[in-house]
């Protein structure tokens, strides 16, 4: 077994402590369904989902339904807290519908973009490998409950409170976030589809303002949901704002900017056009661009 696989499975128990913690903390002071804390079902469910589509997806060798259950997650998860929850306020409705919105649009985009190139590279090693492929599934799971932690709780939470100015400045900033990742998202595609550009990096439209606005976006969005979350939470639920935290962290620092930007250096690090575009835009939080 290679040394990679041995760290796989060493990591499994970790990641469900962590998830198990978190359960935990967002159940507190949480309704129940079936004397079960809703929250808790929720996590569950986020790891059940992903195993499940994992075994047929192992046994084909592919990678092709990963994000699409990703966003099946988000959207199943939402859906079992707003139906479970005897009594949900319209501060719940509001950060269902958000989730839902984000999670149909973002995985249909992520599904039909690696059925067109056929491969997402990622996985081309490690869906050969049990333990490594299956980490990757149920990292998802565990990236699923981390990232709509604060929203969950304050579907299924106790307290119901009035839509406030919390509410109104986390949907203003989750709308400048969603449209930021859209608008970012069909840029990139629409230059991508012209063969023209095959070997060329986008420095155009909003790819002007800022080097990855789709994840600046998101970023953007996640942080909303945490506003609008934050007064229907209490006692341990507060540690589920970890959301947004952990949304910035992954992309900035592990699977997102870190793998794009070094993937791009490859590939345009000797163009002087590149350097002069990495030199004068910056790399997530958008500004003007500079002549």
Not at 240 to 260: A, C, D, E, M, W
Request: glycine letters at 6%; one cysteine or more; charged letters at 15%.
């Amino acid at each position: 077994m290679k040394k990679s696989e041995r760290q796989a499975i060493a990591a499994l128990p970790i990641i469900l402590v962590v998830a198990a913690l978190v359960a935990v903390a967002g159940s507190s002071a949480g309704q129940r369904a079936f004397g079960v804390p809703v929250f808790a079902l929720c996590a569950l469910l986020s790891f059940v989902i992903n195993w499940l589509v994992f075994v047929p997806s192992y046994l084909a060798r592919t990678e092709h339904y990963f994000d699409l259950t990703g966003s099946t997650c988000y959207v199943t998860l939402t859906l079992v807290a707003l139906l479970l929850t005897p009594s949900v306020d319209a501060r719940g409705v509001v950060l269902g519908v958000m989730v839902i919105v984000w999670a149909l649009r973002l995985g249909s985009f992520l599904f039909l973009r690696v059925r067109r190139s056929g491969r997402d590279a990622r996985f081309d090693e490690m869906k050969q490998s049990f333990p490594r492929f299956l980490m990757a599934w149920t990292l998802q799971g565990l990236w699923v409950l981390f990232t709509a932690a604060c929203a969950l709780t304050a579907i299924s939470a106790t307290a119901a409170l009035p839509l406030d100015a919390f509410a109104l400045i986390g949907s203003l900033l989750w709308l400048a976030g969603f449209a930021m990742e859209v608008i970012a998202d069909a840029q990139k595609s629409a230059f991508k589809a012209d063969p023209d550009n095959a070997d060329r990096f986008i420095s155009s439209g909003l790819w002007a303002w800022s080097r990855h606005p789709n994840y600046a976006g998101e970023i953007l969005l996640w942080l909303g949901i945490a506003v609008i979350a934050y007064p229907a939470l209490q006692g341990w639920q507060l540690a589920t704002l970890i959301s947004p935290v952990f949304v910035y962290v992954l992309l900035t620092r592990i699977s997102g900017i870190p793998l794009l930007e070094s993937r791009a250096n490859r590939k345009w690090g000797d163009d002087p056009a590149y350097q002069d575009y990495k030199a004068r835009t910056p790399v997530l939080w958008p500004r003007p661009p500079r002549s």
